[in-house]
């Protein structure tokens, strides 16, 4: 069992940046692959990037790519999620997940384990 603790959510202005952390207990960090996704309101919740069990690979959606970057310090069992250059369709809840089979997939359901989520709002 995994539990995933998101933070660093907040309000920001267009153009600005925010980092967010995924904090994790449980189960063996560097076993697992971690994503993050978003939820906008009235919208499906949609893959934002991933990152492999040990660093070696990351994947980004074509909307945030060139300005969020993915990362893990295993040590500290944390992911982090660095947003820049945000925009007020960036707006929404941000989640953090576990995948069990490491696979750095940007399908939802092939998720174990959901934290709770924070909110980001990017005002124009």
């Known amino acids: 069992q995994v539990q995933l603790v998101e933070s660093g959510g907040g309000l920001v202005q267009a153009g600005g940046s925010l980092r967010l952390s995924c904090a994790a207990s449980?189960?063996?960090?560097?076993?697992?692959?971690v994503g993050w996704f978003r939820q906008a309101p009235g919208k499906e919740r949609e893959f934002v990037a991933v990152?492999?069990?040990?660093?070696?690979?990351?994947y980004y959606a074509d909307s945030v790519k060139g300005r969020f970057t993915i990362s893990r310090d295993n040590a500290k069992k944390t992911v982090y999620l660095q947003m820049n250059s945000l925009k007020p369709e960036d707006t929404a809840v941000y989640y953090c997940?576990?995948?069990?089979?490491?696979?750095?997939?940007?399908?939802?359901?092939?998720?174990?384990?959901w934290g709770q989520g924070t909110q980001v709002t990017v005002s124009s």
């Open positions: 449980g189960r063996t960090f560097s076993s697992y692959a």
């Open positions: 997940a576990a995948d069990f089979l490491g696979r750095g997939t940007s399908r939802r359901n092939e998720y174990d384990y």
């Open positions: 990152i492999t069990r040990s660093a070696d690979s990351t």
